[in-house]
T-cell receptor, first 117, second 112 residues
Framework: GAVVSQHPSWVICKSGTSVKIECRSL??????MFWYRQFPKQSLMLMAT?????????EQGVEKDKFLINHASLTLSTLTVTSAHPEDSSFYIC?????????????FGDGTRLSIL | DAKTTQPNSMESNEEEPVHLPCNHS???????IHWYRQLPSQGPEYVIH???SNVNNRMASLAIAEDRKSSTLILHRATLRDAAVYYC?????????????FGKGTLLTVNP
């Protein structure tokens, strides 16, 4: 149980286009989902916390107008990278949790590798 | 957030036990100790977590020091599939502080 599906797993697009990444909890409801970014040889950095039915909370230094997050249902959150540029190329990973967050694991998707040409 | 300290890398041989240490000297009484691992080109995977007592599951064991200032993740028989970066993370209980803050972790290499 507790499967998180992320789509697409890999995308290449031209500079200036917008890219949408989906994160779905397949067998549980997730009131909160998290979006991370990971550059090569580096650790995961939290970008934002996505709450169902409300605005996302962004970490310091993350442009909310560039990284649009929508969490319209208890099983789906989307991250849209608007007007993507080569420096946005990275590995984007989502996760979801249920219940009492401190005593519950987070379940991660397999990530989306984004390459901007 | 309370921080953790892990060795940058460790090496093991296949089918031998592996002990991955984590120091967390500033841990508070309500912090849970979580372990995740990340295989190459994949998202992290939950391994185990605990508060005060040692914990066992199908993947690993977690040994927590009596003063809780350190813990050890134990893989009883390493396989090639266990080669990954292992992250030790503290998660405060209560309130809304449920974010996971990843450090650099320990890169485990398993030799055949």
């Amino acid at each position: 149980g507790a499967v998180v599906s992320q789509h697409p797993s890999w995308v290449i697009c031209k500079s200036g286009t917008s890219v949408k990444i989906e994160c779905r909890s397949l067998d549980f409801q997730a009131t909160t989902m998290f979006w991370y970014r990971q550059f090569p040889k580096q650790s995961l950095m939290l970008m934002a916390t996505s709450n169902e039915g409300s605005k996302a909370t962004y970490e310091q230094g993350v442009e909310k107008d560039k990284f649009l997050i929508n969490h319209a249902s208890l099983t789906l959150s989307t991250l849209t990278v608007t007007s993507a540029h080569p420096e946005d190329s990275s590995f984007y990973i989502c996760s979801a949790s249920t219940g009492d967050y401190s005593n519950q694991p987070q379940h991660f998707g397999d990530g989306t590798r984004l390459s901007i040409l | 957030d309370a921080k953790t300290t892990q060795p940058n890398s460790m090496e093991s041989n296949e089918e031998e036990p592996v002990h991955l240490p984590c120091n967390h000297s500033t841990i508070s009484g309500t912090d849970y100790i979580h372990w995740y691992r990340q295989l190459p080109s994949q998202g992290p995977e939950y391994v185990i977590h605990g508060l005060t007592s040692n914990v066992n599951n199908r993947m690993a064991s977690l040994a927590i020091a009596e003063d809780r200032k350190s813990s050890t993740l134990i893989l009883h028989r390493a396989t090639l599939r266990d080669a990954a970066v292992y992250y030790c993370i503290l998660r405060p209980s209560g309130g809304s502080n449920y974010k996971l803050t990843f450090g650099k972790g320990t890169l485990l290499t398993v030799n055949p």
